[in-house]
DNA sequence: TAAGTCACTTGTATTTTACAAGTCATAAGC
DNA sequence: GCTTATGACTTGTAAAATACAAGTGACTTA
């Protein structure tokens, strides 16, 4: 018996993806773990400053749904890692997209830097 | 003197456009128009459901943003139909990657139509 | 023994979203 | 002329999501 209901909006795929991760800060982390940080603090150091509460809740989620898999780091007292899946990887052009958009409409916003807007999905997968 | 604080949880790209388009129903409606919606009644029908009070807020805030401009279709009593400007045209690319996303990564959602993925955004500019 | 670090949890306030109902201008039918 | 219908909303209130401040637990370091 399955206990967790989806329960999407719609059976459209844009739909979709927004259910799962149309919030306002789960592809932020994902953007931080894009860009090598893996730990609880390394994400709340983000200039965006997302409550810890929040945070704890968005690793929880973005684990259940396949996005996000943590590895423990050190064992007293356990900790883990945060790393992007394949599934997790593959948002990266959703991510280049929406920062292109941004930087060519939104005047008071900052450049995305090269090797981001370059990145593929395979260049981030780690190597360990 | 500037009455409106835009207010960006950061300079980063990423971060500006979900502060602008990032929340639950705004890329649905974009969505909408790029299917060739533009009243109403047209948005409150799709099979998402959004409340009308979120769709009113919604429209006003694209309008305000830039992403959206409305013309009268009627002056007695005075209706509007709602279209994408430029700037709404372009993020065709960020509902393409997050509809190809969801569609590869989520199985219980459906399949983006090929029109759809073969767009662009000169393609959506209504010619009248 | 005391203070510090890291990764959280808990409690409550604020904001956003949801649902139901009502309004307003006008058109259409009887 | 009066009632019903239509389209595009607004208003009121309930529910849910988010924000902020503070606290907890397992250690490590001084």
Redesign the pocket.
Known sequence: MNTNTPNYRSECPLSTALDVIG???SLLVVRDMCMGKA????FLSSPE??????L??R?RRLEETGIVEKKPYQI??L??EYFLTTKGTDLLPVLQQLAIWAHKHVPECGTPPDWFLDAKPDDLVKNH
Chains 1, 2 share one sequence.
């Open positions: 919030d306002k800060w730990r609880y603090g390394d400053g997302i409550p810890t509460n929040i704890a809740n690793l007293k007292p900790r883990y």
